[in-house]
């Protein structure tokens, strides 16, 4: 790698971490394989994990998955879903990208929306 790429990589690496919100990238197995300093802090190490596994502690893909949908399609796909592993609420945006040269994969960011939804609930 030129020291060009290693110092743009780096600066990459320090915007991606600098973010508040939790990002990832899921593989095609929905394997978590990158994750920013944020979602580290909320989630602990989780390189390799099923997403399904970490979020939702299910043993198999989530019977609403649109992971698919989002690996096929060049837009992007919001939904509002509560995490077991930690018990908030996150406004999820997936969109397709490429990690690792060719491959595609899932860049996925979660905004915490844990007040407006407990807002939300207490005034129904």
């Known amino acids: 790698m030129s020291i060009e790429s290693e110092i743009e990589r780096e600066h990459f690496l320090a915007v991606f ?3 508040a919100d939790p990002v990832a990238v899921l593989s095609r197995e929905r394997q978590i394989v990158f994750t920013n300093c944020a979602f580290k802090e909320r989630f602990g190490e989780a390189k390799n994990k099923p997403c399904y596994e970490l979020f939702h502690g299910h043993d198999g893909t989530c019977k609403d998955c649109n992971n698919s949908e989002v690996l096929a399609s ?3 796909f919001h939904s509002d879903e509560r995490v077991l592993a930690s018990d908030l609420a996150f406004e999820i945006t997936k969109s397709r990208c490429r990690y690792r040269g060719d491959e595609t994969s899932i860049l996925m960011i ?3 929306i844990t007040e407006r939804k407990l807002a939300e609930e207490a005034r129904s």
């Open 110 to 112: 979660l905004h915490d």
């Open 17 to 19: 971490d600098s973010m």
């Open 74 to 76: 060049n837009e992007a």
